[in-house]
C-alpha cells in the first residue's frame, strides 16, 4: 500500500523507527500507576509515601522528556521531508507540464501529415497503407488526448486554468454527453438510462470543464462496465446544490482503492484501456468549481460515482 511505502521512506529520514522510543516513554510513564498499586498492596504503612512519590515523579518526567524528544523529532522531520516531498513533485509537475508542450508541436505536424496522407495530396495508397496509415492516425489521436489531459491538469495544479461562466442546463448537457457515447454503449451492449427531474435545472459553471468532467466520468463508467451490464445517471437538485450520480455494474473497487482511484495515472484494472487521467482531471475540474466528488463500491450493488455542484 502507499501508506506502508510513505512510512518506509519517513522511517528512513528518521535514521530509526521512533515507535521504539515512543513506546518506551509510555512504559515509564505507565510504570507510576504500577509502583502506586504494589506500593498500597504491599506497604503496611504510609510512612514512605513521599519517597514512592518522588520516585514516581522522576520517572513521570522522564517519560514525558522521551516522549516529547521523540514526538518532536518525529515533528521537525515530517515537516522536512513534506517539504522535499512538494518540491519533488513542483519539479515532477514542471517537467511533465513542459514535456506536454514540446510534444504537442510535433504531434500537430504528424496529424497533419496524417491527414494529407489519407486525402491523396501525396499521391494514391494502396488497402494496405490506406489501414497502415488509419493505425496511424488512432495512434496520434490517443497522443492528442493524453498531451492535453496532462496539460489541463497541470494549468488546474498550478492555478493558472482559464473559468468562463455561463448559465447551463446541466440535464441537457448530461443528455447531450450520453447521445454522444451511445455508440461505445452499443458496442458493449451496455442499457444505459438517465433519471432527471421534472424540472430544468440551470447553473453557472464553466461549461466547456463541465463537459469535460461529465464526459470523463461518464465514460468511465462504460469502460469498466462488462458487456450486457448496466450504466444509470442519476441528477436530483436542491436549492443551491446539484447531485449527479455516475451508477455501473461494473467491478467491486476495494475500499483501498476509493481514493487512489482518482490519483493521476492510477488504473484499478490495466487490462481497460486508457492512461488513468480520466477521474483526476474530472475531479480537478469538480474542485474547481467548489464541489465535491467521491466513489462507493459495496459487493453485489453498483458502483456510484457522485459529484456536487454549487448552482452558482
Known amino acids: 500500500m502507499k501508506t506502508t511505502n510513505e512510512l518506509k521512506l519517513l522511517f528512513n529520514e528518521l535514521n530509526e523507527n521512533p515507535y521504539r ?7 515509564l510513564i505507565s510504570v507510576i500507576p504500577i509502583l502506586t498499586l504494589i506500593y498500597i498492596f504491599c506497604e503496611k504503612s504510609f510512612n514512605n509515601i513521599g519517597f514512592t512519590l518522588f520516585f514516581a515523579g522522576i520517572i513521570l518526567i ?37 514535456l506536454a508542450h514540446d510534444l504537442k508541436s510535433p504531434l500537430v505536424t504528424i496529424k497533419a501529415n496524417i491527414s494529407n496522407l489519407k486525402a491523396g495530396f501525396l499521391g494514391t495508397l494502396t488497402k494496405e497503407q490506406d489501414e497502415a496509415i488509419n493505425v496511424c492516425k488512432d495512434v496520434a489521436n490517443r497522443m492528442n488526448t493524453m498531451i492535453m489531459e496532462l496539460i489541463d491538469i497541470y494549468m488546474i495544479e498550478a492555478g493558472m486554468a482559464e473559468i468562463k461562466i455561463s448559465s447551463f442546463d446541466i440535464c441537457g448537457l448530461v443528455y447531450g454527453q450520453i447521445r454522444e457515447l451511445a455508440g461505445e454503449t452499443a458496442k458493449k451492449n451496455i442499457n444505459l438510462t438517465i433519471e432527471l427531474p421534472p424540472n430544468q ?34 441528477i ?11 451508477l455501473n455494474t461494473g467491478e467491486f473497487i476495494p475500499e483501498e482503492y ?18 488513468g487521467l480520466g477521474l483526476s482531471i474530472a475531479k480537478d475540474i469538480v474542485e474547481l468549481h467548489n464541489g465535491k466528488i467521491w466513489a462507493e463500491s459495496k459487493a453485489g450493488s453498483p458502483n456510484c460515482f457522485t459529484i456536487l455542484l454549487p448552482k452558482e
Open 236 to 246: 436530483s437538485s436542491a436549492e443551491s446544490l446539484v447531485k449527479i450520480e455516475f
Open 21 to 27: 522510543r515512543l513506546n518506551f516513554a509510555f512504559i
Open 258 to 275: 476509493i481514493e487512489k482511484i482518482f490519483d493521476k495515472f492510477e488504473r484499478l484494472n490495466k487490462s481497460v484501456e486508457g492512461h
Open 62 to 98: 522522564l517519560g514525558y522528556v522521551v516522549a516529547y524528544g521523540v514526538m518532536k523529532n518525529i515533528i521537525n522531520k515530517t515537516i522536512r521531508y513534506a517539504a522535499k516531498a512538494k518540491k519533488a513533485d513542483e519539479l515532477k509537475s514542471t517537467f511533465a507540464m513542459a
Open 201 to 234: 435545472v440551470v447553473m453557472k459553471a464553466d461549461k466547456g470543464k463541465i463537459i469535460r468532467a461529465l464526459n470523463n466520468l461518464l465514460n468511465n463508467s462504460i469502460k469498466h462496465t462488462l458487456p450486457n451490464g448496466k450504466v444509470n445517471v442519476k
